[in-house]
């Protein structure tokens, strides 16, 4: 297990470490990310998408806090050409509960098979890979901790499809969980993804994780 701790001063050369990790993510690595503020969250995750989509790769991005409007104007905001991606299929904004929490229910493998398809898909159009990242939020808001827990064990530290992913977590809706829960979610999570990156106002971290 490897560990990097930045405050202070450090803070803002970890802060760029963390940046040019998500640029360089690989296929089937499967990081999560925890964020306290939602600025934090757009320059990771757009910096991760746009870095795909800039190698001719498809990105999806499947939203709980936002609507897919409001994260396609901050998209445009950061430098993203929405409506170019977006008209050659490239680019994917998803609300969750067309892909998540469908009709108030969640369904992991029915949620498995549509990122299989939407890869097939991508595939099929000649781009070179997927990455893909989901605002978790939703889960703990529907009181569904136990089946994201076993949807995120389902995926492996190492994805069994061949395409990138980002799980999302606001660490304050985390937190709300009462602080056993919460322990035990972030044991839990850090045990199922490879990498986790926690992004703080005080402190950034990134932790590749051993088995």
Known sequence: ???WLGQ???AEFM???ILEFVKKMK???HVVLFYTSPQDKNEVLFTYLKSGLEREMAAAYVKSQQSPEQTKEAMR???IDVQKYEKRGALKVIDYRNWYIIGGKFDASKTLQMWKDLLAEVKKKGFKGLRVTGEIACFFENNMTKELMEYEKALHRTL???M???CAYDQQTVA???SVEALKVMFDLLRAHSTALVMGPNTVMVKALGD
Request: proline share 8%; hydrophobic share 30%; glycine share 12%.
């Open 27 to 29: 296929s089937r690595e």
């Open 1 to 3: 297990m490897a560990m």
């Open 164 to 166: 990138t992913a980002i």
């Open 77 to 79: 905001k950061f430098g």
């Open 15 to 17: 802060r760029n470490e």
């Open 8 to 10: 202070g001063p450090t």
């Open 176 to 178: 709300e969980q009462g």
């Open 160 to 162: 069994e499809l061949p």
